[in-house]
């Protein structure tokens, strides 16, 4: 499941409830936060994402990987994982996997610190997370000497 090196990506911040969703430009410059999906069921799902793909024509998913501080994976991340084979298997459109640790707490501090109400930032905490991941991903493909690679089953 090898990304392609040109077109746009979309990167996921993995919730069982809702689903962050960011992308990017074409040419993979930045990152914007695109949606927070409240999950439905399989079905729903599926064409929400199929319809991301085609809308915003994506080439490829950057799953956010939740885990511990110490770098080991967590119950979270095993749930990351699965989701992506089904993402992988609904769409056909390869993923890859990003250490997410601390991108939920960037999104809250910095919509705390714009003044956003609870709810309000409850309305864009996973899509702001998902950018920041996604931000960061972009960034270390920038950069080789910095590049974790693909995570491996």
């Known amino acids: 499941m090898t990304i392609s090196d ?12 809702r689903i962050g ?3 990017t430009d074409f040419n993979r410059t930045i990152a914007s936060p695109y949606d927070n999906y409240q999950r439905k069921n399989t079905q729903a799902d599926g064409t929400y994402f199929l319809q991301l793909v085609r809308e915003e024509d994506i080439v490829g998913f950057v799953v956010g990987l939740p885990v511990h501080l110490s770098g080991e994976e967590s119950q979270k991340s095993q749930e990351a994982r699965q989701f992506a084979d089904w993402l992988y298997r609904v769409t056909s459109v390869p993923v890859d996997f990003f250490d997410e640790r601390f ?3 960037q999104a809250e501090s910095f919509l705390i610190e714009a003044g956003f109400t609870r709810q309000k930032r409850k309305q864009r905490r996973d899509k702001l997370a998902a950018q920041i991941m996604l931000a960061a991903y972009l960034e270390n493909q920038e950069r080789p000497d910095r590049r974790p690679g693909p995570i491996e089953d």
Request: glycine share 16%; proline share 0%; aromatic share 6%.
């Open 6 to 17: 040109s077109g746009r990506l979309a990167g996921i911040d993995y919730g069982t409830v």
């Open 21 to 23: 969703v960011a992308v």
């Open 103 to 105: 991108t939920s707490v």
